[in-house]
């Protein structure tokens, strides 16, 4: 006989109980699921990506949303097939560039992407200091150093499992940027027509943004970096391998990148969608169509928006940067060290992976100091745009047809989804840069 408790208990009360805990399970077991995918994507809206949405936002209004639909597809699939690169054979993109392609291409995308990323990573730390200086009474100097010199310590100190934890809990700052548009008057009946109608003027200036935009949220770093994280998964896990050794774990860990990476590159449109609409409702409808920096169009947002509205895009701009400087120093070092054989993991200590530690402090402390040198961020990240398109376009290329090589990748080639969506994003970027050159005339 059951306890009194069991046998007052209304009927229904243990399905009830049961299909909450089902439900609590099922969501606890998709945010288990969800890590390089995420932290991939999230750092994708890194504060010079908030500068050029912003900038796309207050110049054109509601004009480019469709662009965050147009990409989603694309970027998901890249970011797909460079995740699956990394978990099937083990190693990075670089190390099988070395192994199966030209020396001269391998050292040609290093030295294009690290130098991409540095004017990136340079002008990411210099934006974080610019943000705090709108709330904190110190210069922007400090704010810079201590954020640069904070970052590197984190890589250092930290070891990567934890910091990967502390990186998704970052995510969470961007939800700053969801928040800003119920500060705003915004015409969502006008923001349906120009997300679902897409519309593009075949003038320089159209040809411009759209570039920006392409090549903020399809960026080679990005490759690099989730690939390499996929490698770093098979080392920390007992019991995981490269899928091309251990085929039977490749359902199970193809289907976990699949969501990861969809969920991470939607959450990163989404954000980005909202940094472009809420800039539209606030600075474009108010006239204000120039804006150079992520700090200067969180501080045109607070007459606009309110109080509130403004210290949440700050807090967004920061909790964004802390986010990518360490993914931007690491990315392109990941590349680097598996080019030149070196150790290379994150989870290492400092002493066990030196040369590997020393790139990744070389190329923070570069772009630390590039706030000091009088170099304009604004001139910087456009040449680290151009430089990410012109590489994007022939590197995206190289990944599908390695990720379609059985020689790589054994009898784990892409599938045929993945092919087709990964080729056109690499004929969408190759246009890209076709419009870049057509830009210069």
Not at 135 to 143: C, M, R, Y
Not at 314 to 330: D, K
């Amino acid at each position: 006989m059951g306890t009194a408790a069991e046998i007052l208990k209304p009927e229904g009360q243990e399905t009830h109980s049961a299909g909450k805990g089902t439900r609590r399970g099922a969501a606890i077991g998709l945010l288990q699921k969800l890590g390089p995918g995420l932290i991939t994507g999230a750092s994708d809206d890194d504060p010079s990506g908030i500068a050029t949405y912003s900038q796309v936002g207050a110049r054109f209004g509601y004009g480019l949303l469709w662009t965050m639909v147009l990409t989603y597809p694309l970027m998901a699939a890249i970011q797909e097939v460079s995740a699956r690169i990394g978990r099937v054979t083990g190693v990075g993109i670089a190390a099988n560039l070395r192994k199966n392609y030209p020396k001269p291409l391998l050292y040609c995308v290093l030295f294009v992407v690290a130098v991409a990323n540095i004017f990136n990573l340079g002008a990411d730390i210099g934006a974080m200091g610019a943000a705090m200086q709108l709330v904190l009474p110190k210069t922007a100097g400090v704010f810079t150093v201590v954020f640069g010199v904070g970052s590197l310590a984190g890589i250092m100190l930290v070891p990567y499992s934890t910091y990967a934890k502390y990186l998704k809990w970052l995510t969470l700052s961007l939800f700053a940027y969801v928040g800003v548009v119920f500060f705003s008057h915004v015409s969502w009946l006008a923001v349906l027509h120009a997300t679902v109608l897409p519309h593009l003027e075949l003038t320089k200036e159209n040809l411009t943004a759209l570039i920006a935009v392409l090549g903020t949220t399809i960026s080679p770093y990005l490759f690099f970096w989730q690939a390499s994280q996929e490698v770093e998964e098979v080392r920390n896990n007992h019991g995981e391998k490269p899928l091309k050794r251990a085929p039977s774990q490749a359902e199970e860990q193809l289907g976990r990148i699949h969501v990861d990476t969809y969920l991470g590159m939607a959450f990163s449109n989404v954000v980005a969608f909202f940094i472009i609409l809420t800039t539209a409702a606030t600075l474009h409808a108010h006239g204000i169509t120039e804006i150079t920096t992520s700090a200067q169009a969180a501080q045109a947002l607070e007459p606009l928006a309110g109080r509130f509205a403004f210290v949440l895009f700050v807090g967004g701009i920061v909790g964004t940067g802390l986010l990518a400087v360490p993914i931007l120093a690491a990315s392109v070092c990941y590349g680097v060290g598996e080019a030149c054989r070196w150790k290379t993991s994150l989870e290492r200590k400092p002493a066990e992976a030196i040369r590997f530690y020393a790139a990744i402090t070389v190329a923070t402390l570069i772009g630390l100091l590039l706030n000091f040198i009088h170099i304009d961020p604004v001139k910087a990240l456009f040449w680290a745009a151009i430089l990410n398109g012109i590489v994007a376009a022939p590197l995206m290329a190289v990944i599908m047809a390695m990720a379609s090589n059985r020689k790589v990748m054994g009898k784990l080639a892409i599938p045929s989804y993945l092919k087709t969506m990964g080729w056109i994003a690499t004929a969408v970027m190759f246009c890209a840069c076709i419009g870049v050159i057509w830009t210069w005339k």
